[in-house]
């Protein structure tokens, strides 16, 4: 197992982990800024991400990557029960080497400026 954590702090431990925390700032802040260019305001994006978006986007193609699930975990008082997401690796050390690997090329990449997937085509005005 490489991580078990609160479906909260899933992303946040990922990035301490891997020791991610410059790169992961960079590609937060390059996807405000595309975000905003394509009309959004800036205090209406939420950039905490979805632990399966995450692992989506930068996990599932890691050679490393094992898989995730999801499990309940209670606490002693009812209100302290939470899910957990459980991270496995193959090799979880070469895994947030690989990570690591990842966001930093994502944000030292040329940005592109992405247009509208087709089927919004109709939904936008010209």
Do not use: Y
Not at 53 to 60: D, N, R, Y
Not at 65 to 79: I, L, T, V
Request: hydrophobic share 35%; proline share 7%.
């Amino acid at each position: 197992m490489a991580l078990a954590a609160e479906g909260r702090d899933f992303v946040r431990r990922c990035v301490e982990l891997c020791n991610g925390q410059q790169a992961w700032s960079v590609v937060c802040h390059r996807r405000q800024g595309q975000s905003h260019n394509r009309g959004w305001a800036p205090e209406l994006e939420d950039f905490t991400w979805l632990e399966t978006a995450f692992c989506e986007e930068f996990l599932k193609d890691l050679t490393w990557f094992g898989a995730m699930d999801h499990e309940w975990r209670s606490g002693p008082r009812p209100e302290q029960g939470g899910f957990w997401v459980l991270l496995w690796s193959k090799d979880p050390r070469r895994f947030w080497w690989e990570l690591r690997e990842g966001l930093e090329r994502e944000g030292s990449s040329p940005q592109i400026p992405q247009e509208a997937p087709p089927w919004l085509i109709w939904l936008s005005p010209r």
